[in-house]
């Protein structure tokens, strides 16, 4: 580090690192836009077109790993649509699209969990995310004898 004993960091440090925060967030943003794109021009005229009306996408992970983990197809009446009515390009452009609006590190440490669904109708993606943690509790005593 560039500091003199009690000063603080150097500007150019700072300006360094809120420059790489705001290239990573710009980057994350045009993944999202992108994905909404996809789904918009490609895949939801796709899956009307074979009645879908809503998508569940459960997702889980912990330890540095996690996936989706299946997706439901269900008509207007909530009744599953089978996956293989549905083409292949466009349930592999869905999948990709879906990625993008799984949090950031839900796959790390303790992980987390939860459902992905998308609205074919409304054309809106809702994430029901559960977020897990060890939580470990300090306590002191002291007894005179």
């Known amino acids: 580090m560039n500091t003199s004993e009690g000063e603080p960091p150097a500007r150019s440090e700072d300006a360094a690192f809120n420059e790489v925060l705001r290239h990573y967030i710009t980057s994350i943003e045009q993944q999202i836009e992108q994905a909404k794109r996809t789904l918009a021009l490609d ?23 996690g996936a989706i983990e299946g997706i439901q197809y269900r008509d207007e009446a909530g009744t599953r649509v089978d996956r293989t009515a549905l083409p292949a390009p466009v349930i592999e452009q869905l999948e990709t699209a879906l990625y993008e609006f799984l949090p950031a590190g839900f796959e790390i440490n303790d992980g987390g969990q939860g459902t992905l669904t998308l609205d074919v109708q409304t054309a809106k993606v809702t994430l029901a995310h559960q977020e897990n943690y060890t939580d470990t509790r300090d306590s002191t005593q002291e007894f005179t004898l």
């Open 43 to 65: 895949v939801l005229p796709a899956l009307r077109s074979c009645g879908v009306a809503n998508i569940e996408a459960a997702y889980s992970g912990y330890g540095d790993s």
